[in-house]
């Protein structure tokens, strides 16, 4: 492996339905400010930076362009990735081979979108095969809803346990001042919003939001400087798989899993660990509805198959629970789409150095692991330490 | 860079039109090729290919996520695969930088669009800043009409020196099997040739072209082992300027300028018009070849269009720029930096053919985005 990669710096925004008052670039530099100042350095200590958004998303050509003044990539190095719903998670991986080669001491890696200003969904409509698929299928909703359809079918799950899995979210995410909906609500009122797909519910999916995330990565060198405690980036994982629904991607059985269950795998071998559930102290896994959350609790191996929502039915995985899962209250409250991932790693961060405010999980977090998900099945994970 | 990236196979399509071909098509024949040269595969043990990068755009391929096409065909199924999106050359620098990291050993890299599927330029008006630009009409074309009146008006480049590049590169293209433009042109034809957008003539403006293509690079080891005429990659940098073309200094290309210090300083490159043999640059447009060699330090500032007058650009000449013909000869956008790449790495493995420039030890390869060239990716190619 390379040099060492710690996270050195973590800022975000307010997430927000809308945000009138500031434009693209305004609203990238309240994070990128955040992230600097939280490192400790001012943008000369950026050695380069990177940049992800949906270019088709944000209905802009070359979206970092664009934005070279907010996020501080006047006259740096840096580069654009751009992986769907996994961006987020891929540009941070970008960062971290960036400052593992060698060539770079910091990396400022910054995720963001405006659905504001150009909502997301009529991209996403063309995120599918166009011959086929795309008559098929649309949007995101339809996923999760073969994925609670399916897990209802193979397990005792009934509507109940994913409801409140939602609530648990809710109520954390209203511990969190950076989260977009705070929202009190209990199992009955999630039972009682409106039918997107059966079985997923309007409150079941992630809200369309504002906002940007921006990490700062640097060197054991530069991190150990740093008046931050340094998390450590200890690896990570990519795993995307073809998608089509024509070809049978959405309706085989376990359709959006074998990526995860890949990632993770070839992760944990990697790291030794064999009991995910008792190794990784915190887990902020990109759960766009709270039906998806089932399925990656059991494809991270947090517990056997078909045992998720008896997790959830005892709250286990609550902030003062054995194994606290999205304690930021997740995707399902925050959905900036292109900062989602980032967001995913900055809260995993904040866990470890012990500032999460009310959010902070009861256990001493030592290890954690943070996901981006997206494209249908894709997955990008992190396995996050305090120790070097 | 303490350690060597290699340079062990490049492939690609041919760059004409191609209706008959889905997107998936022309990274499937592209990585088909890289595979059958190389013998390489994908692996889970490092015996092959660890991961892919992937070069598209969204917009050009009307597909949000459009590396689902590089999936199917590129081996991204259930493995690691990153898209960057930027020009091709960002993907050949990212993919060096993941196997510096010592997290990969070996990565395929594939780019591709279909530009005849679109109306570029309509892609373009969405990459220029929303408010006033955007209604303006502004494109990637009127852009470089406004930056080459500039630059012809400030440093007395003519017609006919930027006329020169396209005769050059027309020449330089039919030794090129690659390049879909079929025709030699004279200096008169283009200087006569409509205008597309004042100054800019037809011919002066990158055809439209379609296609994709594929490099493999490796670790030192691996690179030793799987090739004898390995590539080195000795140096890269890369830089974003402003983006309001108004808030450039256009005849200054300062971000190619910094890109260029530091993929030199990274491959100990001091002079680069001594040092290097021959140049693969990215000329969306005729003047900005003459321009680009500027900013690559290839003569002094204001001094590109002597340079094409002085023959040493041209076949023979001490410094060749774009023996393959360049972007001129018709090369996909997304595609065109790589591209760049796999040309010098021909001529480094001397199997240029036709095109190829004698002894050449040492490459230049660079790629650049956005309106006027508002980021630029330089990379320094050895033997």
Known sequence: MGDRVAIMGVGQTDHRYMRPDVNHEEMIHEAVRLALEDAGLTIRDIDTVIFDNMDLFEGHYLADAMTVDGAGMYLKPGLKMNTGGTSGGTAVATGWQHVASGLFETALVVGWQKQDASPSIGSLVTAREPLYD?????????????????????????????????????????????????????????????????????????????????????????????????????????????????????????????????????????????????????????????????????LFGICEKGQAWRLVEKEA?????????????????TNPIGASG?????????????????????????????????????????YLTREA | MKKKVGIVGVARTSYGKRPEAHLQDLSFEAVQKVLEQTGLRFTEDGSGIDATVSCSQDHWDGWTISSKNAIDGAGGHLRTEEKVAADGAYALYYAVLCILSGHHDCILIIAHTKESQVDGRLIENTGIEPMYGRMLGLDFTTCAALQARRYM???????????????????????????????????????????????????????????????????????????????WVKGMGCCYDRHYPGYRDLIDPLALRKAATMAYGMAGV???RKEVDLVELSEYFAYQELLWCEGLGLCPEGEG??????????????????????????????????????????????????????????ALVHGTGGACGQMHCVLVLGR
């Open chain 1, 134 to 298: 795309r008559e098929l299928a649309a949007g995101a909703v339809g996923i999760f809803a073969t994925m609670g359809l399916q897990y209802m079918q193979e397990t005792g799950c009934r509507e109940e346990h994913a409801a409140l899995a939602r609530v648990i979210m809710a109520d954390n995410a209203r511990k969190n001042p950076h989260a977009h909906l705070k929202l009190e609500i209990t199992v009955e009122d999630v039972l009682a919003s409106r039918v997107l797909v059966w079985p997923v519910r309007l409150l079941h999916m992630s809200p369309t939001s504002c906002g940007a995330c921006a990490l700062v990565l640097g060197s054991e060198a530069r991190a150990r400087k740093g008046p931050k405690t340094p998390v450590w980036i200890r690896d990570l994982e990519t795993a995307h798989r073809e998608v089509s629904v024509f070809r049978g991607g959405c309706v085989e059985p376990r359709p959006q899993v074998s990526a995860i269950e890949v990632a993770a795998g070839r992760l944990y071998r990697r790291n030794g660990i064999t009991d995910p559930a008792g190794q990784i102290d915190v887990w902020e896994l990109y759960t766009p509805s709270s039906w998806a959350l089932f399925h990656w609790m059991e």
């Open chain 2, 153 to 231: 008006d400030e440093r007395g480049i003519t017609p006919t020196q930027c006329a020169r590049v396209v005769v050059k590169n027309r020449k330089n293209a039919m030794g090129n099997p690659a390049a879909p433009v079929s025709e030699i042109l004279t200096e008169d034809d283009v200087l006569t040739a409509p205008i597309l957008a004042d100054p800019i003539r037809v011919p002066e403006a990158k055809p439209v072209a379609d296609g994709a293509c594929a490099v493999i690079v490796a670790t030192e080891e691996k690179a030793l082992q799987w090739t004898d005429r390995p590539v």
């Open chain 2, 305 to 362: 269009g002597k340079l094409v007058d002085s023959g040493a650009t041209g076949p023979g000449g001490d410094i060749p720029v774009n023996p393959s013909g360049g972007l001129l000869a018709g090369v996909p956008v997304n595609v065109a930096g790589l591209d760049r790449a796999v040309e010098a790495a021909l001529q480094l493995r001397a199997e240029a053919e036709e095109r190829q420039v004698e002894g050449a030890r040492t």
């Open chain 2, 270 to 272: 001091s002079d680069p």
């Open chain 1, 317 to 333: 995985i609550r902030l003062d629970g054995p194994i606290p899962i999205e304690p930021s209250g997740g995707v399902v409250s």
């Open chain 1, 342 to 382: 980032v967001i995913r790693v900055a809260e995993a961060a904040l866990q470890i150095r012990k500032e999460a405010g009310e959010r902070q999980v009861a256990k001493d977090v030592k290890t954690a692991v943070a996901t981006a998900w997206g494209a249908g099945s894709w997955i990008v994970m992190f």
